[in-house]
């Protein structure tokens, strides 16, 4: 309990409690802008001797040899002289200047969404050599978007953050027809939980939503593609309806509520000839093994054609693909029932997940889409790494995603470029990456720690030495990874090796700034204020990050993004320019 327990210890490192103990991942944390100013004032203090130095000399010359002077007289006048001269090259105005320059840099930060703790970290962050980033929130919207969608034999991949999908889409040579477009705006609005809720503006954008936000994406999705709101469609369906004259038809329609054992939720709805419509999504592997019908560019919103295992595996080929980017995948799919339908019967050939006997109204279905929905790029993000990396900053993402996932967003970001993957490769996965541009939490400490002879676990700064330099993404990582990276690029000390400098230059085409490395972090979590406080300047998320974290940081994110840090070096860059 108390300092001894996790939380308890996490405090202590914060909050510089007495009896936090030491830690091996401490260490030299001096800001640039006191190792600078004391560098000036050794040069001003040197300046002010050899100038008293030589007023004591010149007086002596001039009085003794020149002015035949009596020592006893004017010594004394000529010493004093000298210590003014001392005394008057001291800038006593030096500490005001530096409080105004930092101050006023703080004021503008403060304009563009940055919340300055500690006045000095606004200089600090000038002096940034490495910035360690979260994905989520902070490259990443914070909230799960369709991006991909699979319909009538053809991909509509959106690669461009600032476009919505629905906008590709429409705006494609291949766009499919008004009744496909219209049949998936009904099978997702028809087919979701009335918890999920979400309100778009009039550009498709959503201004708030509720529920879950794999459904809220698809709602989304549904009410941009076609003209309908998904409320317009459900409130003119019989059997989904629940409010006006269609209200009193609610229990018409049946519900087969999503379980983990099934991997898929139905919402069967009568429909105006006789008979019902059952509407189904799932995880894409269980709904297309139960697909035995599809639409192609060939054939029209009413003519569907046999899923034969060609169009099956296709399909598939493209679920992968969206996989391997990071997305999530969700199949679309229905079936015709006749009048006097069974709901409760079950099928004698088809299975559930778990093995049990299936539902036999949710098989023999027609697939009609196949949506990737991810948390998508903020539209201003490759812009603002391109601007890093131009400056002379390093940008390394850190998260406890997937390997393909991370790499997705990294390539979207720009911070994995084309020359990051392996030769001869096109696509953008973790598999083609070269070696230590991508590492997992697990292996990443695993070669940056010993274990030495008592079993004790040691830091390795020389292992670490041979990855950081290759490092961008580190994926399934740990807060615990974030306070090791901050601690090994700081205390780093490859830049003295010239030779495995060059030879970095040269092979990998990678350049090792000519010093220290000046290390900024993201964070939000409890967890992650160690390494905010570790790391020459920290950041802390002000929407989504947790009290200590944001006591741990120097600076406060107001609107938890990436593109306000680089604002935040812009004015860190001028500070020190403005002292002297």
């Not at 830690?23 to 004391?38: I, T």
């Not at 598999?431 to 079993?455: A, C, H, Q, S, T």
């Not at 030779?499 to 040269?506: G, T, V, Y």
Request: aromatic share 6%; net charge negative.
């Amino acid at each position: 309990v108390g300092i001894n327990s996790v939380a308890g210890k996490i405090k202590a490192r914060v909050y510089e409690a007495s009896d936090a103990g030491g830690d091996e991942l401490d260490g030299e944390n001096q800001s640039p802008l006191f190792m600078k100013l004391e560098a000036l004032a050794k040069k001003i203090g040197m300046a002010g001797t050899a100038a008293a130095l030589l007023s004591l000399v010149v007086n002596c010359i001039q009085g003794f040899a020149f002015g035949n002077e009596n020592p006893t007289d004017v010594l004394i006048e000529y010493v004093v002289v000298a210590i003014t001269v001392l005394a008057v090259a001291v800038p006593e105005g030096l500490p005001l200047a530096v409080t105004l320059a930092l101050a006023f840099s703080s004021n503008k930060m403060m304009k563009d969404q940055n919340l300055v703790k500690t006045l000095d970290a606004c200089e600090t962050m000038g002096c940034a050599t490495t910035i360690c980033t979260d994905k989520t929130g902070t490259l990443t919207a914070n909230k799960m978007t369709a991006r991909a969608i699979y319909t009538n034999g053809t991909d509509f991949s959106c690669t461009d953050p600032a476009v919505a999908l629905s906008d590709f889409v429409k705006t494609n040579k291949d766009c499919p027809n008004e009744q496909t477009l219209e049949m998936i705006s009904k099978l997702v609005a028809i087919n979701t939980m009335d918890e999920t809720t979400v309100d778009i503006d009039p550009d498709g954008k959503i201004r708030a939503s509720t529920g879950n936000p794999t459904e809220v994406a698809l709602l989304a999705l549904a009410s941009t593609i076609c003209g309908a709101t998904y409320q317009e469609i459900r409130e003119t369906t019989r059997g989904r309806s629940d409010k006006g004259a269609l209200s009193e038809f609610l229990v018409e329609g049946k519900q087969f509520q999503f379980t983990s054992a099934r991997k898929m939720m139905s919402w069967a709805v009568p429909l105006i000839q006789g008979g019902y419509r059952i509407y189904c999504k799932g995880a894409s592997e269980v709904l297309l093994a139960r697909c035995n019908h599809h639409f192609t560019k060939e054939s029209s919103s009413k003519d569907a054609v046999e899923l034969n295992d060609a169009s099956r595996q296709g399909i598939l080929r493209v679920g992968e693909m969206y996989a391997r980017r990071g997305m999530r995948t969700l199949a679309l799919a229905y079936r015709d029932l006749p009048d006097g339908v069974d709901f409760e019967a079950k099928s004698d050939s088809v299975l559930n997940a778990d093995g049990s006997e299936a539902n036999e109204v949710e098989t023999n279905l027609t697939f009609v889409a196949l949506v990737g929905i991810e948390d998508p790029l903020r539209p201003e993000v490759p812009e603002a790494i391109e601007k890093c990396y131009e400056a002379g900053i390093d940008v390394r993402m850190v998260t406890g995603d997937a390997p393909n996932t991370a790499v997705s967003i990294a390539y979207q970001a720009g911070i994995l470029k084309d020359f990051h993957f392996a030769h001869g490769t096109d696509e953008k996965i973790a598999i083609n990456l070269k070696p230590n541009v991508l590492m997992e939490g697990k292996v990443f400490r695993r070669k940056v720690y010993r274990i030495d002879e008592n079993g004790n676990k040691e830091f390795d700064q020389t292992a670490f030495d041979k990855i950081w330099p290759h490092l961008r993404v580190m994926a399934r990582s740990s807060p615990d990874d974030k306070l090791t990276l901050a601690h090994g690029l700081n205390q780093s000390t490859l830049y003295t090796d010239k030779s495995a400098c060059e030879q970095l230059k040269k092979e990998d085409n990678i350049s090792v700034f000519p010093d220290r490395q000046v290390v900024a972090m993201t964070g939000d979590g409890t967890n992650d204020a160690p390494a905010l406080k570790r790391a020459d300047i920290g950041f802390a998320m002000g929407i989504a990050g947790t009290q200590i974290a944001k006591d741990a940081a120097d600076i406060i994110l107001l609107d938890d993004n990436f593109a306000s840090i680089v604002t935040a070096a812009k004015w860190g860059r001028n500070v020190y320019a403005s002292i002297q």
